[in-house]
């Protein structure tokens, strides 16, 4: 059984207990415990069931490789699933569930997926699920859906807070081992600005528990001593619990701080997101233990060896009374020596080498350890738990020799450096073949944008295992020459081993696990490549090998092994599958940061803001603006809230506040040449004081923007955009002039946001004007399609005699600080007129109403202006403009296209949205021709019917023919194709 | 994320302030022009594994379009230059060729 050393523990405080609970049992720990070592110090070998077979699992790792010992953390708004126990510090009140069984963890209904795993190897799903078609959408996906996945989806919202910071150094270095802390120190001594970041709490890595000596002292000495040198250097910025997420291009590296994950409600965010860039980044990120692949490596109390002796040297927890070791190489025997001096048991050391001569070996059995070489673990016993191993020569097919009582296993395969930071940004590795795994290639780093090396490995994430090395290649690698000496026990090669024995019949391979986590076994890899399965990423999507959320850290080296012995080829040349980020799981709440709720965007108010909420406004978003959409009043629906604004409009005066407009001014001696080779019509022969409607296209010929161009003198002209396209628009004419035509003197400026802009509209806008006060704004004075300079109200004012409703209509601008005022002012004149504000969807009856096209409703992007019967806004006369080539294509110059119609409903409903016409008749793919959709409808208040704009074939040529028209039931409603302009189709009512 | 160097203002700007506009020193064809012209000048773009021109636009910065020379394999950039030319500086060209002796030119 597992439980807690009476003495030892380098992380805990023994003085400061904490209680916790696992399934509801009560446990204690000690603070300094992570949750993995707590829950072994109360005997809980069993803490999951796994994905497909719900096997019982135990915990493999201490770190962040742990690929079993995941749970539901926490309750309510601070439930998350998913979290790895070996990560995640314990504290005083934690609560966790175990995952993926039903009823319990220790009955596991699931679990009779394990005596039919025979019929569930690799690719089970994909080659069952395919026929009968029907049957997937019915009878699988909801019981695959119910019976996958580890933990459960959070229900809550998040109560917890995560913020953004930024940070820019010199040098990154990632990782607090002795690696790291060399680098930095060099770097930092150097005068460099230097980050040194570490994923745990604890700085100084794996040095201590090996028991190594630097500079004569012992690791922990050293370990300190440079700490504190560090914390010295002004230079230097020291973060725990900071784990690289990723490295991006040319030194952005996204960073994820836990500081808040261990005192939950403390007032601190949870996450701290870095977004660091960095000159240049030291991975010096360690490397991983391999486990071995033998049958029954999953049992719970099979561990990793490096892992074990974590847990006995930093949290006094044994894994067991009787450990047996397996291993393949010298480090393992310092798990020996380690459970040993610990008072504990190890029956015997399993070496898979014919030849074991290192230091530590001899070590081991002077201290009366019995070493046995060329053995090999047939086969584990027990079910929940060890119970003992089966053991027989490496060399044969698993003939038992001698069984032995035990009750943990510790197992060594070698390992891999850590090269996800180096392989994220393009990277490449070699295969070292003395230590059987992927190295970082020195020669091929990714680059930096000047063409240097953006990422340098350090230490053990080189390949470099031993002390010594890696304190002379994370020396070099800051730029240094002058390393510490280090004194470690001389250690033999390694041989790789990828199955054990390695003769090991199919009965022995189906129990040997890979990815336990995705419970991927070598069976599985080796059917995927019996089935043709050549590529190492075809075969990870087949077998989803290391494809779980711990990505195959302690899996994916084994699984290709595997796959390349089965392919006969070289591993080489099998290759890696792609690292991607993130290195752990980073959780959403952290990447989102303060970006949700009200700030989850940046908004865009008008000066007018504030009145319109205080008056009740229901907003909208319009690009980045909020825009009320109607002024609902008590008991009113939107609906009645819009049709009453209309209506009032027509009959009496609206006021809109069009600020949101965009205003672009064009200005200089080529102006004039300019606007006419960005819109369709001519804009330079436009009169002083005068406005002109005016179309922009693409380059393709694709009408893009619209709006009415004001001449304000000799050089300069105003040109409106619409609301969402200001910006758009800036940068298009910027783009046209700046790289296109430089030699012309012209100058641009957005200046949307320097006016507040309200329009006064209606049969009473002249009436509430003239009450207001100023400036001439009779018909004679000022007529149709004009704009002037002056006063209104005390006010300096810009008025332009436009209308997009069709009625008699202001627009009129003043500085953006006296928007407010100006609007109150134009309520308190326009009130014995009946005067009401309207919101952006009574603007668009209104405009409907007659006809008016608005870009994104009429257009899409694939609409030229003659579909909508603007031919006349396109200059005949001009040599050129944007869209003129590309206008004269067939295609665009057919007279097949769809074009803008009128519809109406012959009931005089409301036609849906979106709604398309149907013609005769099928297409290749079996469904039904058409021949026109709806692209505006409203219902019209003023005429007391639904109305609709829409682009049929042959266009205005069909006024007068009833046509089809979807409904969202999918049943038809006859429509009439008519004119499109619905409203005062002469023009009187504008033009008074 | 890229990093580049303004050639306006002199900043070293990273990609969130940069808009990117696609591939640099295209000849525009207008009206009047030939189909297989405008073809070209509307569709063909390059997609090299390796020395692309391309155009930017400091937009959160100075608002100045500038043309940029970078490796689309291994993301090094070579060079930027100002907009307002309709080829490389010649020393860039030498650059991007002692740096990259396979390479054929811009065109």
């Given at each position: ?260 994950d261990h005192t939950p409600g403390d007032g601190r965010p949870r996450h701290r997101l870095w977004r660091v860039r960095a000159g240049q980044i030291i991975a010096a ?646 021949q026109g959709r709806v692209t505006s409808t409203y219902f019209s208040p003023t005429l007391g019917k639904g109305i609709a704009m829409g682009l049929v074939k042959g266009g205005l040529t069909r006024v007068g023919e009833v ?30 | ?107």
């Amino acid at each position: 059984m597992s439980t807690r050393l009476a003495k030892g523990g380098r992380l805990i405080d023994r003085t400061a207990p904490q209680e916790f609970t696992f399934n509801g049992k009560r446990m204690k720990g000690f603070a300094g415990d992570t949750l993995a070592a707590a829950l072994l110090a109360n005997d809980q070998i069993l803490v999951g069931r796994s994905f497909k077979y719900h096997r019982p699992r135990g915990i493999v790792a201490s770190g962040a490789e742990e690929p079993n010992a995941l749970v539901n953390m926490g309750v309510g708004g601070r439930f998350e699933p998913n979290q790895r126990t070996t990560t995640t510090e314990l504290f005083d009140g934690l609560t966790c569930t175990s995952q993926n069984h039903w009823p319990s963890l220790e009955f596991d209904i699931g679990v009779v997926n394990n005596y039919v795993a025979r019929f569930l190897p690799a690719g089970f799903y994909y080659k069952t699920f395919i026929h009968p078609r029907f049957a997937w959408k019915h009878i699988f996906e909801p019981i695959v859906r119910q019976s996958a996945g580890l933990g459960k989806v959070p229900k809550e919202r998040d109560a917890d807070r995560y913020e953004y910071a930024y940070a820019f150094c010199d040098l990154l270095v990632v990782g607090g081992g002795i690696a790291g802390l060399q680098a930095a120190l060099i770097a930092g001594r150097a005068g460099k600005r230097v980050w040194l970041i570490e994923q745990t709490a604890h700085w100084g890595g794996r040095a201590v528990v090996d028991g190594v000596e630097i500079d004569g002292q012992p690791a922990e000495e050293w370990i300190k001593n440079a700490l504190q040198a560090l914390v010295g250097m002004g230079n230097v910025t020291l973060r725990e619990r900071c784990m690289a997420a990723a490295s991006y291009d040319h030194g952005y590296v996204l960073c994820d701080e836990r500081l808040a994950d261990h005192t939950p409600g403390d007032g601190r965010p949870r996450h701290r997101l870095w977004r660091v860039r960095a000159g240049q980044i030291i991975a010096a990120t360690g490397a991983i233990e391999r486990p071995l692949s033998f049958a029954g490596n999953d049992i719970p109390g099979v561990m990793l060896a490096s892992a074990m002796r974590d847990y006995v040297v930093n949290w006094a927890v044994s894994p067991g009374d009787r450990t047996v070791i397996v291993t393949n190489n010298d480090d393992a025997y310092r798990t020996a020596i380690t459970l040993k001096e610990a008072g504990l048991e190890v029956p015997v050391v399993l070496d898979a080498r014919a030849n074991v001569t290192g230091d530590l070996p001899q070590q081991a059995r002077a201290m009366g350890i019995r070493v046995e070489v060329g053995r090999a673990i047939a086969k584990v016993k027990g079910g929940k738990r060890v119970t003992g191993v089966a053991i027989c020569a490496h060399a044969g097919q698993g003939a038992v020799l001698e069984e032995i009582a035990c009750d943990a296993v510790a197992m060594s395969g070698g390992w891999s450096p850590v090269v996800h930071l180096w392989s994220h940004c393009g990277g490449k590795l070699n295969w070292d073949e003395s230590q059987a795994h992927f190295a970082p290639d020195p020669a091929r780093p990714p680059l930096n944008h000047d063409g240097s090396a953006l990422v340098v490995t350090a230490g053990a994430a080189s390949g470099r295992l031993l002390t010594g090395d890696v304190l002379v290649d994370a020396t070099a690698a800051a730029g240094g020459d002058d390393a510490p000496t280090a004194s470690a026990p001389f250690e033999a090669a390694m041989e790789p081993v990828w199955i054990m024995p390695q003769g090991a019949p199919v009965q022995l391979r189906m129990k040997m696990w890979l990815d336990p986590q995705n419970d991927v076994k070598v069976s599985d890899v080796q059917l995927a490549a019996r089935e043709g399965y050549a590529s190492v990423e075809h075969t990870k999507r087949y077998t989803t090998l290391g494809m779980a959320t711990d990505q195959g850290k302690l899996s994916n080296i084994n699984g290709l092994a595997i796959l390349a012995d089965s392919l006969s080829s070289p591993i080489p040349q099998v290759g890696t599958t792609t690292f991607r980020p993130p290195y752990t799981p980073v959780t959403i709440g952290a990447l989102a940061g303060e970006a949700r709720g009200e700030i989850f965007q940046p908004l865009r108010r008008t000066p007018i803001h504030d009145w319109h909420l205080a008056n009740r406004a229901y907003m909208e978003p319009v690009g980045l603006w909020q825009r009320p959409y109607c002024y609902p009043r008590t008991g009113e629906t939107h609906e009645q809230a819009v049709h009453r604004e209309v209506r009032n409009t027509r009959a009496n005066v609206g006021l809109l506040d069009a600020s949101t407009l965009g205003k672009i001014i064009v200005k200089g001696p080529d102006a004039g040449k300019l606007l006419d080779m960005l819109y369709t019509n001519v804009m330079s022969n436009l009169g002083i004081g005068k406005c002109r409607y005016g179309l922009m296209c693409s380059e393709q010929g694709f009408l893009s923007d619209d709006g009415v161009v004001a001449r304000i003198d000799e050089e300069t002209w105003l040109c409106h955009t619409t609301s969402g396209g200001s910006d758009r628009i800036h940068a298009w004419m910027e783009d046209w002039l700046q790289c296109e035509w430089w030699d012309w003197q012209v100058y641009t400026a957005n200046i949307t946001e320097q006016f507040a802009q309200v329009a006064v509209v209606g049969p009473n806008a002249r009436k509430t004007l003239e009450r207001l006060g100023g400036m001439d704004v009779s018909k004679e004075a000022f007529p149709f399609m004009t704009w002037k300079d002056g006063e209104l109200g005390g006010f300096r004012a810009r008025a332009y005699r436009i209308s997009f409703s069709g009625e008699l209509s202001y627009e009129i601008a003043v500085p953006a600080s006296e928007g407010r005022a100006f609007w109150d002012a134009l309520l308190a004149a326009g009130a014995e007129f009946g005067m009401m504000p309207y919101g952006t969807e009574g603007l668009h009856v209104l405009r409907a109403e007659k006809g008016f096209i608005m870009i994104g409703d009429e257009t899409d992007g694939t609409v030229i202006p003659q579909d909508l019967n603007l031919g006349w806004a396109i200059s005949k006369k001009k040599a050129d403009f944007l869209g003129k080539r590309g206008q004269e294509r067939p295609h665009l110059a057919s007279p097949d296209r769809w074009k803008l119609v009128g519809l109406e409903a012959l009931d005089g409903s409301v036609i849906a949205d979106g709604a398309y016409a149907p013609a005769p008749g099928n297409n290749a793919n079996g469904q039904r021709n058409t021949q026109g959709r709806v692209t505006s409808t409203y219902f019209s208040p003023t005429l007391g019917k639904g109305i609709a704009m829409g682009l049929v074939k042959g266009g205005l040529t069909r006024v007068g023919e009833v046509i089809e028209m979807t409904r969202l039931d999918g049943s038809f409603m006859q429509v009439r194709i008519v004119d499109p302009v619905f409203y005062d189709k002469d023009g009187e009512k504008q033009n008074v | 994320m890229l990093i580049l160097e303004c050639p306006c203002c002199g900043v070293m700007a990273e990609e969130t302030e940069l808009a990117p506009g696609g591939e640099a020193h295209l000849k525009r064809f207008g009206a009047g022009s030939s189909d297989e012209d405008f073809e070209t000048y509307m569709f063909a773009r390059k997609n090299p594994k390796g020395v692309h021109f391309e155009r930017w636009r400091h937009a959160y910065g100075c608002g100045k379009w500038f043309l940029a020379a970078r490796c689309t394999a291994t993301l090094e950039v070579f060079g930027t230059y100002p907009a307002q030319t309709t080829e490389p500086p010649a020393e860039l060209v030498e650059k991007i060729k002692a740096k990259r002796p396979d390479w054929k030119g811009w065109k």
